[in-house]
């Protein structure tokens, strides 16, 4: 065996080894980039390689006819292979490039045997084979400079490198080969010789042009999921929602800006990323308050159990403890691929203002029922109370008819003045009934409220133990308010007696300290901040402040019940909280109370100041209500009798009584028990009577109505309305309608003849 045939065996061996390794490497890179084709057009190329080495290789055993044409063909087929490769891999239309490859390749083929069949001609064979493949060639480099992106990269430059190579050594291989008259095996073992290096270096540039594009897409995809990752953190910093992420070793990971906010940590460029995992120390409240233990935090549930937990309430104190920042919390584990427990995710949402509002919608349902149980009580005490003054002003002036009538030593006189007692007690008991459900008008004037606290301390020190202190603390340029003296005495009384009764005879002080707070300030209701804001005032507190037994919540929540006590039997009527809220929301302010069992009690009273003399109300005292009346003439009375006065009625017992009383006391008295029948009278005899006395609460026609009635028969007529029970309301619609006075009813004997006495008197003025 000659040299040149060993060399090219040996070559020849060597490509086959090449075209392997290649091929391999070709299919691997299309099974791992399965949306690129071109590494599989290139591995077929390879395999065509390798059968043309075969064919080659084969010679010496096949027909020339046929041996030749194989080779050939399966060698341009590779170039052909490779063309279409590379336009799949730029993305071009390759039903065109396959159109071409199969013309060409079958020209290629006719034109080959012909200058083997017909024309024997090694240089014509050389020049079919050349330049089959420097068309492909050419086609490739043409694609390389139409479609490489711009900037080339060194993959896209070192490419068209080979290529130009490629076609300047074929071109040139078929130039010495007829110049210094190669055989046939030395042109075929030069050509093996120099393409099996352009060979290698062909299969290394397309495998970096398939690197490359792994590369590109790997960075292509890191860039997209920095896009998805940053569009997610950009969402999840502006959720509402707070967002935290922690390790199994409970560091926080990552956080978003409503978590930061919740948390009141300084909000950073990048709120969800921390610099580092940090260990959060804080301490979460259920929803009664108190501190979570620590197996029933969120993130230990999930810890423990691996389960997520939702809908669960916590809060977290901020500001020193000063508020209570609540949150709808659920945590869930994030697992990793081989399920184990990667980070957990905690997220939360403020539900702060939706527990403020719960709160005070609580605090209203509970005004709500306390107002309900007043109105009720209130439509109760004006239903009995008619019947029931009328019952107890029928007791007081028959007693004290019946003291008069006995002789001074009687022994009667005892019993007459317990019945008086009795009767009195319950007269006192409605108006409390009247006082806690506001059907009491109020005689407001502008007064400083040091001066009420003054005299009723005052009240108070003589039915003081010796043991107890009692202490005024009277803060300066307190303003002044809008009130009822006599009412605000009744409520500090009342107040004062039930701190002396908390000290159950120990020594101790009770404080009534009087200060102001801002308009600004947190404790004052909506309504009063409102009005100190726009009268630039604050608003006055009042404390009544005892070191006492102090109350449990139990009671604490039922003190202004009406009729609850915790007294024994006979010592408390459980009306006097209740007569101090109706008074102090009467006069549009606040009551509050704050005690534990042994720390005493503190009873706070805010007020409103008053703004100008406009604010205060031209409501005047209840027996004491005048009303304008400017009559054309007083009748005197008759052949100097004395004046006659008409009392209307419904009720028998105090027709009775009334006659007997005034006649007793000089009058002439004239009692019916029926609205047509005063009418009557007084339209016969106008100007007769000096005084119309009528009750207001009458079946058919009202006071009222009787009132106006009477006064169109006989306008100079002194008309008077009595009632057990009078409000603003009343007293405004009976000034309207002409009354002089509206008297309370269920006034003493002596008081009531009082009255009567100075309506029947013209004024100083008539």
Not at 125 to 144: A, E, F, K, P
Not at 258 to 267: N, P, Q, S
Not at 330 to 342: F, I, Q, T, V
Not at 493 to 499: D, E, K, Q, S
Request: proline share 5%.
């Amino acid at each position: 065996m000659s040299f040149e045939l060993q060399t090219l065996q040996t070559l020849l061996a060597l490509w086959v080894g090449l075209d392997i390794v290649v091929a391999l490497a070709f299919a691997t890179q299309y099974r791992r980039v399965t949306r690129n084709d071109a590494a599989g057009w290139w591995a077929l190329a390879c395999l065509a390689h390798l059968l043309g080495l075969i064919a080659v290789a084969a010679r010496p055993w096949m027909a020339a006819w046929i041996a030749l044409p194989l080779g050939n063909v399966l060698f341009t087929l590779t170039f052909a292979l490779l063309w279409i490769g590379l336009r799949a891999h730029t993305g071009l239309p390759l039903a065109r490039a396959l159109q071409v490859v199969g013309a060409l390749l079958a020209g290629s083929c006719a034109a080959y045997l012909f200058f083997l069949l017909v024309v024997d001609s090694v240089a014509g064979r050389q020049l079919v084979w050349v330049g089959s493949n420097v068309l492909l060639l050419g086609g490739m480099l043409r694609d390389v400079r139409r479609r490489a992106p711009r900037p080339l990269s060194m993959e896209w430059r070192s490419l068209r490198w080979v290529l130009m190579a490629q076609i300047a050594g074929m071109l040139a291989s078929v130039v010495l080969a007829q110049a210094l008259q190669w055989t046939l095996q030395q042109t075929v073992g030069a050509l093996l010789f120099f393409f099996f290096f352009a060979y290698l270096f062909n299969a290394l540039v397309l495998n970096g042009l398939i690197t490359l594009r792994l590369r590109q897409e790997a960075e292509l995809a890191r860039a997209e999921e920095r896009q998805r990752e940053t569009d997610l953190r950009h969402l999840l910093d502006n959720l509402d929602a707070g967002v935290m992420v922690f390790h199994p070793d409970h560091t926080l990971w990552r956080m978003n800006s409503a978590a930061r906010r919740w948390l009141g940590w300084e909000e950073s460029r990048d709120s969800s990323l921390l610099v580092e995992p940090v260990r959060v120390d804080w301490q979460m409240l259920g929803e009664d308050g108190e501190p979570l233990r620590r197996h029933d935090l969120p993130f230990e549930r999930v810890l423990v159990t691996g389960q997520p937990v939702r809908g669960a309430i916590v809060g977290m104190a901020t500001d020193g403890g000063a508020r209570v920042r609540w949150a709808l919390c659920s945590a869930y584990p994030e697992n990793d691929a081989h399920g184990g427990l990667r980070s957990v995710v905690l997220t939360f949402i403020d539900i702060t203002a939706m527990r403020t509002a719960q709160a005070e919608q609580k605090a209203l349902e509970a005004r709500l029922a306390q107002s309900q149980k007043m109105q009720a009580l209130g439509t109760l005490a004006g239903g009995v109370a008619h019947d029931f003054n009328n019952i107890l002003a029928a007791i007081l002036g028959n007693a004290d008819l019946a003291r008069e009538d006995l002789a001074a030593g009687a022994r009667a006189h005892e019993s007459l003045e317990e019945i008086s007692t009795a009767a009195r007690r319950g007269r006192e008991l409605v108006r409390q009934i009247l006082a806690f459900s506001r059907q009491q008008p109020l005689a407001r004037q502008r007064l400083q409220l040091a001066d009420v606290v003054a005299e009723s301390c005052a009240l108070l020190r003589a039915a003081l133990p010796p043991q107890l202190q009692l202490v005024q603390s009277l803060g300066e340029k307190v303003p002044e308010i809008c009130a009822d003296p006599t009412q605000l005495q009744q409520v500090l009384v009342n107040l004062g007696t039930n701190a002396v009764h908390a000290m159950q005879g120990r020594g101790g002080c009770v404080t009534f300290a009087l200060d102001t707070l801002a308009s600004h300030d947190a404790s004052l209701p909506p309504e009063m901040a409102q009005v100190c804001a726009e009268t630039g005032l604050p608003a006055v507190r009042l404390r009544v402040i005892d070191e006492g037994c102090g109350m449990d919540d139990a009671v604490l929540h039922r003190v202004f019940e009406p009729f609850f006590t915790t007294k024994p039997v006979g010592q408390g009527t459980g009306l006097g909280l209740p007569v101090v809220l109706g008074i102090v929301e009467a006069h549009g302010g606040h009551i509050g109370l704050c005690s534990r069992p042994g720390e005493g009690t503190t009873v706070t009273l805010l007020f409103p100041p008053a703004n100008t003399a406009a604010d205060t109300p031209a409501t005047k005292p209840v027996t004491m209500a005048r009303v304008e009346h400017n009559p054309a003439a007083r009748p005197e009375a008759d052949d100097g009798h004395a004046p006659h006065v008409l009392y209307l009625d419904d009720d028998d017992t105090l027709v009775f009584l009334v006659r007997r009383l005034l006649e007793r006391r000089g009058y002439r008295v004239t009692a019916v028990g029926l609205q047509e029948e005063a009418l009557t009278l007084v339209r016969e005899r106008p100007g007769h009577y000096a005084l119309l006395l009528t009750d207001y609460n009458m079946p058919g026609m009202s006071g009222l109505d009787v009132a106006r009635a009477a006064l169109a028969a006989d306008p100079s007529l002194t008309v008077a309305v009595a009632s057990g029970y009078i409000t603003d309301e009343l007293q405004a619609e009976a000034q309207a309608a002409g009354v002089r006075e509206v008297v309370f009813k269920t006034d003493a004997v002596d008081q009531f003849c009082e009255i009567v006495a100075r309506l029947v008197t013209p004024p100083a003025d008539a």
